[in-house]
């Protein structure tokens, strides 16, 4: 599931107009975040539903599941036979809990990558502010926040590419 850690510290550049484009772009990233966490939510309940699922099918009698197996292959042979294709059908719905997950992650790169660029261009802005003599702040704040949004980088970086992972083994799997 998405992790809500991307949230920004607006710290003022002393450049109003480039204050105001950069809150534009962490409101814009904000959205996106907010459509990756819900992809997450998303993705947690669905995976929920199919573990219960699963308990529900294993808790029934042998006999049972029977049944439900031969009903479900009639059905699938059925199915097969109208659309004129002698391919066994797959009972994986997609997009998997794994897919939005991945997709989640994916959205979630684009986040922090946008936070990340925000806080450099705010760390240039104040590093020339304080050569020039315009600012007194002290630019360790700014450094400080950069670089947490660097390692946020490459966190959210390994967990894509793990999740991503995760989605094809599970289509390998699948397959097999």
Request: a negative charge; glycine letters at 6%.
């Amino acid at each position: 599931m998405q992790e809500n850690y991307n949230a920004t510290i607006h710290f003022p550049t002393g450049n109003d107009q480039l204050d105001l484009e950069l809150l534009n772009i962490e409101l814009q990233t904000s959205y996106v975040d907010l459509i990756a966490t819900l992809l997450g939510i998303i993705s947690a309940v669905k995976a929920k539903q199919i573990i219960i699922q699963r308990m529900i099918q294993q808790q029934q009698s042998p006999s049972q599941q029977e049944q439900q197996n031969q009903q479900g292959q009639q059905q699938d042979q059925q199915q097969n036979q109208q659309n004129g294709q002698n391919q066994q059908k797959s009972d994986v719905q997609h997009p998997t809990p794994s897919e939005i997950a991945a997709f989640a992650s994916c959205l979630g790169v684009y986040v922090i990558l946008s936070y990340t660029r925000v806080s450099f261009i705010r760390l240039n802005e104040l590093y020339s502010n304080i050569q020039s003599g315009k600012s007194n702040f002290s630019i360790t704040p700014n450094i400080n926040i950069t670089t947490g949004f660097v390692y946020s980088c490459i966190g959210t970086l390994l967990r894509t590419v793990g999740a991503i992972q995760r989605v094809e083994e599970e289509a390998q799997i699948t397959i097999l």
